[in-house]
């Protein structure tokens, strides 16, 4: 049995725009200027308040921007104009392994719990994975904490499980546990960094994602062309 950790933000739903949004909101709510779009996004996968400390010091405002972070983030997820899409096949896919009985699913994300209820009551998702990690139950990305928990509550070992994400969090986060790891390009981090951070394979799409699991799955290894 093969388990398949997913990260969200980045690697299954682009929810850039609402993030970007929520910083800005949130900055001006302390009366700072807003980071940069890039620098909004290179902080995506750390769990908040860690993800405000890059952005204005350990002794600035964290914990001023991390509520008002959390209070917009949950207006604007009633904003039709600020949608946070799946990535295109993510869906098709997640749902394909889902009906396997050879794998398991799982999420380890950066995420609130109350932020991945969210998408499983909106999407119907509640059977689908057998572990959830998110921010309020372990330490943040790129502490092996979320991957630990998740081989516990499942059984599987750390040869037989593979995280998928977008950021060097998730892929350091992998190496820290010792287990596989999938990058993928569409995410919020560059492939050079990924692939810096010691991605076993990289991917441009899902259902290129879908064939290195495949792979995986069969044989228990990750192409390492591109690391």
């Known amino acids: 049995m093969k388990l398949i950790l997913f990260d969200v933000d980045g690697t299954i ?9 929520s910083l800005e909101s949130a900055f001006a709510s302390v ?8 620098e909004a996004l290179s902080i995506v996968g750390l769990s908040l ?4 400390v890059p952005l204005v010091g350990p002794d600035g405002p964290v914990a001023e921007l991390t509520a008002a972070f959390k209070s917009a983030f949950a207006g604007f997820r009633a904003n039709a ?13 997640i749902g394909s392994l889902g009906g ?3 794998v398991m699913l799982g999420i380890a994300t950066g995420k609130s719990r109350r932020g991945v209820n969210h998408i499983f009551e909106k999407y119907g998702w509640w059977d689908l994975f057998a572990t959830v990690q998110t921010a309020d139950d372990a330490a ?16 599987v070992g750390q040869y037989d499980l593979v995280m998928i994400g977008d ?14 790891s999938i990058g993928v390009a569409w995410g919020y981090h560059g492939v050079d960094a990924l692939a810096a951070r010691g991605a076993g394979a990289i991917v441009s799409s899902y259902a290129e994602l ?11 290894d990750i192409l390492r062309e591109n690391a």
């Open 100 to 102: 396997r009985d050879d």
């Open 140 to 155: 943040s990305k790129p502490h092996p904490e979320m991957i630990l928990r998740a081989m516990a509550e499942t059984g």
């Open 81 to 93: 104009a600020i949608a946070s899409p799946f990535f295109e096949g993510a869906q098709e896919l």
């Open 49 to 52: 308040p860690h993800a405000f």
């Open 210 to 220: 879908g064939k290195v699991l495949d792979g995986f799955i069969a044989r228990g």
């Open 31 to 38: 009366g700072l200027a807003a980071p940069s779009r890039t």
């Open 13 to 21: 739903i682009d929810s850039q725009n609402i993030i970007v949004a």
């Open 167 to 180: 950021t060097t969090y998730d892929m350091e986060m992998a190496a820290n546990a010792g287990v596989n």
